[in-house]
């Protein structure tokens, strides 16, 4: 429970009449209390964490707990009291607001600080009217300053420099660890740790490198961390990456393109179309294609700190959508047993042909060839089973056109 202010209530007995009656009384241990202890939990702790003062092996509950600051006992170094026999207590003038008192006596200081280390001392007053005196000591670690991350080249660039990350400031008997993203870190291939942990050195940094870095420190039961510590790696530009991926479209249509590449700081760009310069942007809009755009684009990446340039180049095909086929046949009814052939006619002539029967993608039997970059379709012998609605269909890489169907009747002979 949390320490308040209360006046004594009736049947309390004011603490310099316990302290006289205890006085009177011969000292005594009695088998109640005989081996009661005062342990400090833990045993060292660092500025600003909490300490428990335990009261072990209390084998009765006495009638009243005294906590005193220091290792007299004066009424105005009395931290708190608790009666037991009325579960009440009182704050004393030493109390700062930071103590908590339980039913067992133990005391917690909370938030310590290195005005709070010392003796302790405990009194307990037994129902016989015994006086018990326990002392504990408090030690209190100075709380470590916190640590800062300095680097030696505060704009590297990957795979030229190597980088020596430094953390201060130093004091005698500390260890120093390091982290990066939240991930202890020890030497490897890249890295190098100097003597005491305090210098770390990355070795040809690369990109990957920026960290953030985190500089720890500790000593005794103390703990302090550096801010994050993030490094500014200039690199790239990488080759760019024109998008979309697409390289055939179609007339009269707006052409956009857009240049990515990985570049720190991020790089310029520009364009060229079978080599004249068209725009000195990331992106290129070009509207109502026509096939006299078809050609080379080409992207400039420059990076203005590593002065390095990259370039991609993309082949651009612009295509007039397909016109409708049309198939010719010589007779749509035939009888079985005879020779039929079927003609798809289009007006383009870098176009795919695919046959179609009855809706579906039409299955070739040992009966059945395609010529002439499958524009005809020839089936010898027919048979009943080929009766049916055949189409074809035309496409190119942005269009594609089914033509009507034909109805194909097989006659029996």
């Avoid at 037994?126 to 505060?154: D, G, R, Y």
């Avoid at 890249?190 to 942990?197: F, I, M, Q, V």
């Avoid at 990985?262 to 060229?272: C, G, I, K, L």
């Avoid at 002539?349 to 499958?374: C, D, P, Y």
Wanted: proline content about 6%; aromatic content about 6%; charged content about 15%.
């Amino acid at each position: 429970m949390e320490l308040t202010s209360a006046p004594l209530h009736k049947g309390q007995l004011p603490w310099r009449g316990l302290l006289l009656a205890a006085s009177l009384l011969t000292y005594w241990n009695s088998p109640a209390t005989a081996q009661v202890t005062v342990e400090a939990v833990p045993p060292l702790v660092a500025e600003g964490a909490n300490i428990l003062l335990q009261v072990r092996n209390l084998l009765e509950s006495p009638q009243v707990f005294y906590w005193h600051k220091g290792d007299s006992v004066y009424e105005s170094n009395e931290i708190a009291r608790f009666i037991t026999f009325m579960s009440k207590n009182k704050t004393g003038p030493a109390y700062s607001g930071r103590e908590r008192i339980y039913q067992n006596g133990s005391l917690l200081l909370q938030n310590v600080t290195q005005k709070d280390a010392g003796i302790y001392m405990l009194h307990m007053i037994t129902k016989n009217f015994a006086f018990m005196t326990e002392s504990v000591q408090v030690h209190v670690h100075p709380q470590l300053p916190k640590p800062n991350i300095t680097s030696n080249n505060s704009n590297p660039t990957e795979g030229e420099h190597s980088i020596a990350l430094m953390c201060k400031p130093k004091t005698q008997n500390t260890t120093y660890l390091w982290r990066i993203n939240g991930q202890s870190l020890s030497e490897d291939g890249k890295r190098e740790l100097s003597d005491d942990n305090r210098t770390l050195t990355l070795l040809t940094v690369v990109r990957n490198d920026t960290g953030p870095y985190v500089c720890e420190t500790r000593k005794s039961v103390s703990t302090s961390r550096s801010d994050p510590f993030s490094l500014n790696i200039t690199y790239g530009p990488d080759d760019p990456i024109i998008s979309p991926s697409n390289t055939h479209f179609q007339s009269r249509t707006n052409l956009s393109l857009s240049c990515d590449a990985a570049s720190n700081p991020p790089a310029r760009y520009s364009w060229s179309v079978n080599g004249v310069l068209q725009a000195s942007s990331q992106e290129l809009f070009i509207p109502d294609i026509t096939t006299n755009n078809s050609g080379s684009y080409t992207c400039f990446a420059h990076n203005s700190v590593t002065g390095l340039n990259r370039t991609t180049v993309k082949i651009i095909t612009v295509l007039e959508p397909v016109t409708l086929p049309v198939i010719q046949v010589t007779n749509t009814t035939v009888k079985e047993n005879d020779h039929v052939m079927l003609t798809c006619v289009s007006n383009h002539t870098e176009v795919s042909i695919h046959w179609l029967f009855n809706g579906q993608s039409l299955r070739l039997t040992g009966r059945m060839k395609l010529a002439q970059n499958n524009s005809t379709l020839s089936i010898d012998p027919v048979r009943r089973a080929d009766s049916g609605e055949y189409r074809c269909k035309v496409s190119n890489p942005v269009s594609s056109k089914r033509s009507d169907p034909i109805q194909l009747d097989i006659m029996r002979e």
